[in-house]
T-cell receptor, first 117, second 113 residues
């Protein structure tokens, strides 16, 4: 266990559904991240939160809406997704805040496998 | 173009052999990290090497960094079937006053029993 828990592990949704992915970290870290992993492509950074404040939005479509109510929890709200959004969504956390010199080790959750029909 | 690119894309070896994976990058880095991912699982951090370091060891892992050639290698000695996974290098680069970690596409390692 890495100390980062993601739920659900698998999610199938229609294009008109609204669903949410949840991430919780028990490591006392200051930074939390959402990444998208698609086959044959590099890991894509989506959002970064430092101390609950969003510090990076990597040109992500508005159908993905992140929420960080506190330093331990991170959500990704999904609505009107497209089939090409099907991917593994990974949450990660780190102790040094994102953007400071020398990014440290990232701790990843097991991911949420999303399938959009 | 990509900051970090791993080579080869796929590697198949026999159990007991050594596995060498390479990563090349384009701009100066703060540090370089290697991660491992088992199929359908999250990434697990293996090792971090800073720009002023040339070599680090962790168990059966050895990582080297050559900043003049902008490249790194990950060596897994005496491989086991359980080492079968995807391996990613991630480069931490300085952009202005901030740093950013960027991942490559990964190397698929298969270790045959």
């Amino acid at each position: 266990e890495t100390g980062v828990t993601q739920t659900p592990r698998h999610l199938v949704m229609g294009m008109t559904n609204k669903k949410s992915l949840k991430c919780e970290q028990h490591l006392g870290h200051n930074a939390m991240y959402w990444y998208k992993q698609s086959a044959k492509k590099p890991l894509e950074l989506m959002f970064v939160y430092n101390f609950k404040e969003q510090t990076e939005n990597n040109s992500v479509p508005s159908r993905f809406s992140p929420e960080c109510p506190n330093s331990s929890h991170l959500f990704l709200h999904l609505h009107t997704l497209q089939p090409e959004d099907s991917a593994l969504y990974l949450c990660a956390s780190s102790h040094p805040p994102w953007g400071t010199v020398n990014t440290g080790e990232l701790f990843f959750g097991e991911g949420s496998r999303l399938t959009v029909l | 173009s990509q900051q970090g690119e791993e080579d080869p894309q796929a590697l198949s070896i026999q159990e007991g052999e050594n596995a060498t994976m390479n990563c090349s990058y384009k701009t100066s880095i703060n540090n370089l990290q290697w991660y491992r991912q088992n199929s359908g699982r999250g990434l697990v951090h293996l090792i971090l090497i800073r720009s002023n370091e040339r070599e680090k060891h962790s168990g059966r892992l050895r990582v080297t960094l050559d900043t003049s050639k902008k490249s790194s290698s990950l060596l897994i000695t005496a491989s086991r079937a359980a080492d079968t996974a995807s391996y990613f290098c991630a480069t931490d680069i300085l952009i202005g006053a901030n740093s950013k970690l960027t991942f490559g596409k990964g190397i698929t390692l298969s270790v045959r029993p």
